[in-house]
C-alpha cells in the first residue's frame, strides 16, 4: 500500500525558513513525480512546486527565487526548502506522488508564518 507522510511544518516569523519533508513507502518512489501543493484558509489548493523523476523541477510564480524542491531517492524522500518566508505563505502544505494513472496524497502539515 502507499503511504505519503509530511512533516517539518510549524511556526516561523516573516523572513524565516523551514524545510518540509515528504516520505513516501515503496520503490516506486524513484520512478514517479513528486509535488507540493498548499491550501490556506478559503481558497482553493493551489501547486507550490513539482519535481520529476529526472529532478526536473517547475514553481507557481509566488515562490519562484525563494523555494526549492529536490528529492532523495535513496531516502524515498522529497523535500521543500522555503526561504524568505511570507505570511501569504501560511497554508497546509501537502505533498503528491503520481503513479499514474493515480495520485496519492499525505495528510498536509501546517505552516504559519507570522509577520
Known amino acids: 500500500q502507499v503511504q505519503v507522510v509530511e512533516s517539518g511544518g510549524g511556526l516561523v516569523q516573516a523572513g524565516g525558513s523551514l524545510r518540509l519533508s515528504c516520505a513516501a513507502s515503496?520503490?516506486?518512489?524513484?520512478?514517479?513525480?513528486m509535488a507540493w501543493y498548499r491550501q490556506a484558509p478559503g481558497k482553493q489548493r493551489e501547486l507550490v512546486a513539482a519535481?520529476?523523476?529526472?529532478?526536473?523541477?517547475i514553481y507557481a510564480d509566488s515562490v519562484k527565487g525563494r523555494f526549492t524542491i529536490s528529492r532523495d531517492n535513496a531516502k524515498n524522500t522529497v523535500y521543500l526548502q522555503m526561504n524568505s518566508l511570507e505570511p501569504e505563505d501560511t497554508a497546509v502544505y501537502y505533498c503528491?506522488?503520481?503513479?499514474?494513472?493515480?495520485?496519492?496524497w499525505g495528510q498536509g502539515t501546517q505552516v504559519t508564518v507570522s509577520s
Open positions: 503528491r506522488l503520481d503513479i499514474p494513472p493515480y495520485s496519492f
Open positions: 515503496g520503490r516506486i518512489f524513484s520512478n514517479n513525480g
Open positions: 519535481i520529476t523523476s529526472i529532478g526536473s523541477t
